[in-house]
């Protein structure tokens, strides 16, 4: 006989599950994009050569563990919203993971010193969203996890 309370999800673990997904998932481009050094992603993007050159010098000169956390914030996100899909409780600690990545990104934000090229960049509030988006992701799913959604 078939569970039909575990063969059952609420819509929303599926709505947020992939917005969890896409936005990681464009967070997981642009790190593979940036760490390949893909100059047609930066101008897809808008940036003109000079900014570009500017980002991928800083990206080149910024200590391994920003590289490490951006990695772990992104993929542990992804990693994450494909758990929090399928139900699995592990969602909960590798949102956490990623969500570690994205404040050290921010730590990283507050402390790293932006060329002038970067201004403008590093004046957005960009960095501070990721981490509201990150702990929500992480909040999101403690709350399936203990409602007994995810198992």
């Known amino acids: 006989m078939a569970d039909t309370d575990r063969n059952t999800a609420p819509w929303h ?6 917005l969890a997904l896409f936005w990681n998932g464009f967070g997981a481009t642009d790190y593979t994009m940036t760490q390949t050094e893909n100059r047609g992603w930066f101008e897809s993007m808008g940036f003109d050569a000079g900014t570009t050159d500017a980002i991928l010098a800083f990206m080149d000169s910024a200590p391994m563990w920003t ?7 992104v993929w542990g996100g992804v990693l994450a ?8 409780k592990l969602a909960v600690p590798v949102f956490a993971v990623s969500l570690l990545g994205a404040f050290l990104g921010l730590v990283n934000y507050w402390t790293a010193d932006y060329p002038p090229e970067l201004r403008q960049i590093a004046d ?3 960095m501070y969203i990721v981490v509201l988006i990150a702990a929500f992701w992480l909040f999101y799913a403690y709350r399936m996890k203990t409602a007994g959604v995810l198992r």
Do not use: D, F, K, P
Request: positive net charge; aromatic residues 8%.
């Open 13 to 18: 673990v599926w709505v947020v599950g992939l």
């Open 67 to 73: 590289h490490a956390a951006w990695a772990l914030g």
């Open 81 to 88: 919203a494909i758990l929090l899909m399928m139900r699995n």
């Open 124 to 126: 957005s509030s960009m």
